[in-house]
């Protein structure tokens, strides 16, 4: 998994120094509403888990793009720091799960009607750090993950502005143990599921 990342990262600088040639270079920047996988812990003594899904909360992004334009097709792919927050009602008290990660997607994009377009692509992730508040959380299962991004945009001129939905292939669990919150311990799913509002600028 490792060297699919760095793939993806020389993909990115080879397509960087192609479309600064061409302007195809920019910078971008959002906010993200995300929901991670379920949360299962046991509480004390109980002889069956707990099962939370999450609750979304807003979170950010930001970073840069290359892009290069083959008529009506073009590739574009990132390199985007991302900040993620999910709540979970964790034996009645509510419990923040943040997340900080390096997302590179890699996308193929169609130019439709004046300045729409779609798009989709594999999206790898690398997860820095993760904190869930009130407990004593390991790193997730797998530090580098595979997701989708899909979604449409509007070109204004040097503005771009995209709406995309990104979802992780597999579970990606980290165990966890109460420490604000006793006698509880668990996993949670730290695979994202979000919706994700950016605005980019072409340099």
Do not use: C, W
């Amino acid at each position: 998994m490792k060297r699919v990342f760095l793939i993806a990262v020389m993909a990115l600088a080879s397509a960087t120094a192609f479309a600064q040639k061409d302007s195809g270079f920019g910078i971008k920047g959002g906010l993200n509403y995300n929901q991670n996988g379920d949360l299962i812990a046991s509480v004390g003594d109980a002889a069956s888990d707990i099962v939370e899904g999450s609750s979304g909360k807003i979170g950010y992004h930001f970073g840069v793009f290359g892009k290069i334009e083959l008529a009506k097709i073009y590739i574009r792919p990132e390199a985007i720091y991302t900040r993620t927050t999910s709540t979970y009602d964790v034996n009645g008290i509510s419990t923040d799960f943040d997340i900080t990660k390096i997302d590179v997607p890699v996308l193929l994009g169609i130019n439709l009607v004046g300045p729409l377009h779609i798009f989709a692509g594999p999206a790898f992730q690398y997860q820095v750090e993760n904190d869930l508040e009130g407990f004593s959380i390991n790193e997730a299962e797998n530090d580098f993950s595979v997701g989708l991004h899909a979604g449409l945009g509007v070109n204004l001129g040097r503005l771009g502005l995209d709406v995309r939905y990104e979802r992780g292939f597999s579970e990606n669990e980290a165990n966890f143990i109460g420490t604000n919150v006793t006698n509880v311990d668990g996993r949670v799913d730290s695979r994202p599921s979000q919706v994700i509002f950016s605005l980019s600028l072409k340099i």
